[in-house]
């Protein structure tokens, strides 16, 4: 038997009950200490996720199972299955000593011990111990091997933190909440168990469903999905406007159907499709698909359209705000929570800058610049809105820069076309509204500039985990203006949370100000500047502030301090 982190970090099991109340206290202290949970949604955006998702909440507290309560560290439900298998184990422990028991205790160990080795933290009773190689998909799951094959194809030798715990949780039928970096392959962590437990073609209905945010993201999801598929004739489809115009789907029956949520749920209304008999349900970015007065609401009609009992849900996201957590705990019964480093942060690969660029006409100025310096493409360029994306596209269109554009005014095929053509390297530079800022995998970004400031923390961590993915390293630079400084402090800690170097005095911005005036003063005298880099020790001393300036041809001056 296996049992929750309480047990696994304190190498010894007692009496949750006895001491719920002091395990609560923990368990508060210990999520005010993780400083990036605690990310707020800048002004303007913000909305009061708790409130607006009431409805939502109750609706599906009704459908579970009454009375139970979160306690301690075990944040999910224990399923009314389970509860006799814990008590044998119990008894056993009752027994006294037993070979078993000691068996038993020694595999606990061993996998708290691997678990800390890759950063995974679990909670739920009972979670299944994570996988040491891929081979043990076929020595502890009876994988077939064409999926051995496959993945041995795509070059996969080992697998990732994420796969390595959510697989087994997944494929003992547990539901699960994930969390794990950005370009972690959180992908492959939910399609390898769902290729696994539905073994084979069937024309029994649609029998899973994978909800994705963005028509780009399902559409990726569709291709990883069918490659690793190869070899296995199942019936893989993506919800597209074709599908929905050509087909009489109140008969449809596909064995894993992709879609946005939006899509499935006029299928729903409009054409009857049938997800009574969906018996895996993945939600990918699920904190965006339960953003308030976004996705949300077409969100609680897919889920309940889902309605087989025995349905196994997961949900997998790189940030994961309280309020998801809330929610998953209302609608998912026997989760098991697995969390990859630490919550809400960036990726560590990651080499993050922040860069002052006075005004508006200072980022274009500096972009111009860095471009000519040293652009080294792939580069993904991050705007606010559709406008600005083709406000900047019209500018850059001037300058010798092969430069594509995507956002929600694009015709399908347009967004196809510049998803593809970055990918296929025919443009360098990618300017994107946030459409594309979740769960793209693009091939060796090298930079991801956020020309626009990100309006939370969240869309930071999406976006610049654009870069930086399986394992390569990536850079972004984040220009900000004045208008920008009230948030600055936001992704200044997610910097520091992720193990970048950061100036500290960002928090106090008059001090920066004042290193403004100095450089302006030391080295570039009536310069006014439009670009400010900080070089800081890993310690956080600000050691050099190098400006761009306006009007000149000359080289960025730098000054020591
Ligand atoms: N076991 C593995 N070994 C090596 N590479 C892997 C492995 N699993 C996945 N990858 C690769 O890692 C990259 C990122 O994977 P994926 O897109 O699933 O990340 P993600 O965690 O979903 O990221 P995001 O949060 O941005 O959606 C992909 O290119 C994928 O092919």
Redesign the pocket.
Known sequence: MEKGPSFLFAGVSFDKKKFATDLARFKENKESENLADDFSFVEGEKTDPEKAMVSFVKKRKRKSIAGETVEGFNVFKSSKQLAPAVDKEKEKVEDGPSKAKKELNKQIERDAVFRKKYNIHVSGANVPSPLRT?AELSSRFGCESYLLRN?AE???????P??RQAIPVLLSDRECFAC??????????FLCPMLMKLRCASKDGIRAVILCPTRE?AT?TTR?CKKLAKGNKFQIKLMKKELVRSTDLSKFSCDILISTPLRLRLAIRRKKIDLSRVEYLVL??ADKLFEVGNLLKHIDPVVKACSNPSIVRSL???TLPDFVEELARSIMHDAVRVIVGRKNTASESIKQKLVFAGSEEGKLLALRQSFAESLNPPVLIFVQSKDRAKELYGELAFDDIRAGVIHSDLSQTQRENAVDDFRAGKTWVLIATDVIA????F?GVNCVINYDFPDSGAAYI?RI??TG???RSGEAITLYTEDDIPFLRNIANLMKASGCEHPHELGNMSMSRNYVNILKHKAMGCYEFISICFTVTSCGKLLQITGVPYRSKSAAASTAL
């Not at 794990?180 to 962590?189: N, Q």
């Open positions: 891929f993945l795509h070059g996969y030798k080992e697998p990732t994420i796969q794990a970096p950005t370009g972690s392959g959180k992908t492959l962590a993201l990726q990883e990918d970015e997998f996201s790189a979740r769960g793209m995998d091939k999406h985990g654009r993915r399986a394992g």
